[in-house]
């Protein structure tokens, strides 16, 4: 796709939580003006792209063959016409801020297929619990060399955080287009379903817990202190991936359960880094979540649990997904 063909978008969106404040100590936040060019993805943006999706698979990243998926987004640009990755205006040579793009997951063994077959295989990996069944079993026959399946197109997409979630809409309404017109000139076989790869955090001390001293020495034994170290770590979490006291949240679940599934008996909750995860949760015919293995110096860097979400929405209510996500995020126009 020519570069000169993505649009720009502008934003005047508050620092989140936890940025620097005037230092007068008002608890107002400053406010910034932000150009961001859609640009295709290119070349250069290669190893940016492949720290992104390190951030979007966290401490499973080892299991991928990411160098492959960062290199697809590049070439899938390139031949296909499909994808975007966000920059700021006047700045081409600087890491995008976000990207969006498909590949359609199978399983066949050919070259150039490395990319599909490394996030194939890593998703019938975690879906592979009884609990998890019905999303095992639409990734795997869609997948297989020997289907004759409509196949299921998955949308890799991860942004920076603190990076305005209004992006979202015109990413993921150019990315559709896009695909619908390739599909269209190559006379490929129209998908089944979109898969949709997220994360969602541990979210649980958001509440009347706030009020508690960080550096409090004094804390109580037994139920009660583990419960202000949960909460501690959570807060902690939160502020590093730039999310708000009032983010979306969700009930928690068990492992391999949808994110809207069946109810969970822990008290634990679960926050969203992408608040369109809400809209995509309500369309999804199939979805699990499950818990990341915490990294190697989690209990050092107060990291609170993170988890993977896997959504698989019908290709028939793309355009709904668009139109919710579209009508929940969008700016509004000034007056």
Do not use: C, W
Not at 64 to 83: C, E, P, R
Not at 124 to 135: A, D, I
Not at 176 to 193: C, F, G, R, V
């Amino acid at each position: 796709m020519p570069i000169d063909t993505k649009r720009k978008a502008e934003d005047d969106e508050p620092r989140p939580e936890g940025s620097d404040y005037d230092s007068d100590g008002s608890e107002e936040p400053d406010f910034i003006n932000v150009d961001f060019d859609f640009r295709a993805p290119e070349e250069i943006d290669f190893l940016a792209l492949k720290r992104l999706l390190q951030q979007l698979f966290y401490t499973h990243n080892t299991k991928l063959d990411l160098s492959a998926l960062a290199d697809h987004i590049v070439k899938t640009s390139t031949t296909q016409g499909v994808g975007t990755t966000i920059k700021v205006v006047d700045d081409e040579d600087q890491d995008p801020y976000a990207f969006v793009s498909t590949i359609q997951l199978s399983s066949e063994k050919k070259a150039g297929l490395e990319a599909a077959n490394s996030l194939t295989k890593y998703l019938l990996e975690v879906s592979s619990k009884p609990s998890s069944k019905s999303v095992h079993d639409v990734i795997k026959s869609a997948a297989s060399s020997t289907s004759t399946n409509a196949p299921v197109i998955a949308v890799l997409h991860e942004r920076m955080v603190n990076m305005p979630p209004q992006v979202a809409p015109p990413l993921y309404k150019m990315l559709l287009e896009e695909l619908k017109a390739s599909l269209s000139s190559t006379s490929a076989p129209q998908p089944s379903h979109y898969l949709f790869f997220s994360r969602v955090f541990s979210a649980d001390a958001f509440s009347d817990d706030e009020a508690m001293d960080e550096d409090d020495d004094d804390e109580p034994s037994g139920l009660a202190g583990a419960r202000k170290r949960k909460a501690k770590l959570a807060r902690r979490e939160a502020k590093k991936a730039g999310a708000k006291k009032d983010a979306p949240k969700t009930r928690a679940i068990s492992d391999g359960m949808g994110l809207s599934g069946a109810e969970s008996s822990g008290d634990e909750q679960l926050g969203l880094f992408h608040p369109e995860d809400i809209a995509i949760s309500k369309v999804a015919s199939h979805s699990l979540t499950y818990r990341f293995p915490p990294p190697a110096d989690a209990s050092d860097s107060f990291e609170a649990p993170l988890f993977g979400r896997v959504a698989l929405v019908p290709a028939g209510k793309m355009e709904t997904l668009l139109q919710q996500i579209e009508a929940d995020l969008s700016m509004p126009m000034p007056q």
